[in-house]
């Protein structure tokens, strides 16, 4: 119960870094969490206030997405997320955004070209689109994993609706969005002036061993 809690907690509060790096508007988008050891996630109840936010309005679901503890309605991405979960143990978190120029990429269907030594570093090559799937089942977590299943990236723009990222746990999945939208960004910036150069394969390779491997500590 008190490892269940402090993820509730740390889940709240990550919702936090969407408000402030500017990737979701009004009650959109969402963080979950994988509970260690057990067949459950924690994920933001729908359509609460991200200023009302507390850990209670974090519910408890179980990896076929029914609600096993709280006292609000999951989110509508809940099935997504609960498929993502059942087919790629790995994953620890989760989130779910409509930042505009990732966003805009996916309404175009485009993947994001690996230009940028960031994106080498984080993603391993370029940011892919999944297919168009609507919300109420778990459409949308069948073309996360179909896109990601094998692919470096964590990140993944679902086409016509927004990014879908995944990590190791929760503060990982976090990352990999606040990165994705800041590379969309300035690709798309660097397109305005003429084509980007891309990176050659090899060193995609070296750049991304080098930041997974080597950098920090």
């Not at 996630?41 to 679901?61: H, M, N, Q, R, W």
């Not at 990601?148 to 995944?166: E, K």
Request: one cysteine or more; glycine letters at 8%.
């Amino acid at each position: 119960m008190t490892a269940l809690l402090e993820l509730r907690r740390q889940v709240c509060d990550l919702h936090a870094e969407l408000v402030r790096n500017n990737l979701v508007t009004w009650t959109s988008g969402n963080v979950s969490g994988r509970v260690p050891g057990e067949d459950l996630f924690v994920i933001k109840a729908s359509g609460i206030s991200y200023d009302d936010l507390t850990p209670e309005s974090i519910v408890v679901c179980d990896l076929d997405g029914k609600l096993v503890d709280g006292e609000l309605s999951p989110s509508s991405d809940t099935d997504a997320h609960a498929y993502v979960y059942r087919n790629l143990p790995e994953v620890g978190g989760q989130v779910h955004t409509h930042s505009t120029y990732a966003t805009a990429w996916a309404a175009r269907a485009e993947p994001i070209p690996c230009v940028l030594t960031a994106m080498a570093d984080e993603f391993g090559g370029e940011i892919p689109v999944g297919p168009f799937a609507l919300i109420g089942d778990d459409s949308i977590g069948r073309g996360i994993v179909q896109t990601l299943s094998g692919h470096r990236s964590p990140a993944v723009l679902m086409q016509n609706h927004g990014v879908f990222t995944i990590g190791k746990d929760a503060r990982a999945a976090v990352k990999a969005a606040v990165m994705c939208e800041d590379v969309a960004r300035t690709v798309h910036i660097a397109r305005q002036l003429g084509e980007p150069l891309p990176i050659p394969a090899a060193d995609i390779d070296r750049l991304y061993d080098r930041y997974q491997n080597v950098y920090g500590q």
